[in-house]
């Protein structure tokens, strides 16, 4: 089926450091789903894109959705912690009735304090 | 609290022993789906449902079965377990597929 291809795999970074991990399709996406998932827990939505070029924030996270639309990124600026996980894109292929929410692998953060 | 439950939180079974994993939303939800979580392999979609009675194949339905028979309720049961299904399930409900899923807690399984 249709793959997201998400890079990095894992990160190990220092406290306060920024970060920028991207997501890429083969396919064009209509929307970009940027989720987090902690220890023990379910993912949980972060940022949803909508439009190609659209750049939208949370906090001190940023996300951005591709001009081409094949491809998404998601910065987390002076990172703290709390922010270890693993961070998800998503995107929803087919359309009609045929929507499914295809994942990518993951990157996962480690932030040392 | 809006949420999706799922349970058992932790199961452990014996291969060919049929279980059924329960999934139950409060937000009227009418996207429901199951995916499964592996080292390595990130979350896959086993199955999908849009509505009540509609139910389709995610990209790894083979050796489970789904139900929507109530638009809260989507339970996913496997017939006849094998090790090879042993992982991290999860639950999720939404709007619509675009407008993200809410996951559940998780179940995880271990079948021997």
């Known amino acids: 089926g249709q793959q997201l291809n998400q890079s990095p795999q894992s990160m190990f970074i220092q406290e306060g450091e920024d970060v920028s991990m991207n997501c890429t399709s083969s396919s064009i996406f209509n929307t970009w789903l940027w989720y987090k998932q902690e220890p023990g827990e379910g993912p949980v939505l972060l940022i949803a894109l909508y439009k190609a070029g659209e750049l939208t924030s949370n906090g001190r996270l940023t996300a951005q959705f591709g001009i081409t639309r094949k491809d998404s990124f998601l910065n987390i600026s002076a990172s703290i912690p709390s922010d270890v996980g693993i961070y998800f894109c998503?995107?929803?292929?087919?359309?009609?009735?045929?929507?499914?929410?295809?994942f990518g692998k993951g990157t996962l953060l480690t932030v040392n304090p | 609290e809006a949420q999706v439950t799922q349970n058992p939180r932790y199961l452990i079974t014996v291969t060919g022993k049929k279980l059924t994993v329960t999934c139950s939303q409060n937000m009227n939800h009418e996207y429901m789906s199951w995916y499964r979580q592996d080292p390595g392999l990130g979350l896959r979609q086993i199955y999908y449902?849009?509505?009540?009675?509609?139910?389709d194949k995610g990209d790894v339905p083979e050796g489970y079965k789904v139900s929507r028979k109530e638009k809260r309720n989507f339970p996913l049961i496997l017939e006849s377990p094998s090790p090879n299904q042993t992982s991290l399930y999860f639950c999720?409900?939404?709007?619509?597929?675009?407008?993200?899923?809410?996951f559940g807690s998780g179940t995880r399984l271990t079948v021997v």
């Open positions: 449902s849009m509505n009540v009675e509609v139910t």
């Open positions: 998503a995107g929803p292929m087919g359309g009609g009735s045929n929507y499914k929410l295809t």
């Open positions: 999720a409900s939404s709007t619509g597929a675009d407008h993200g899923y809410t």
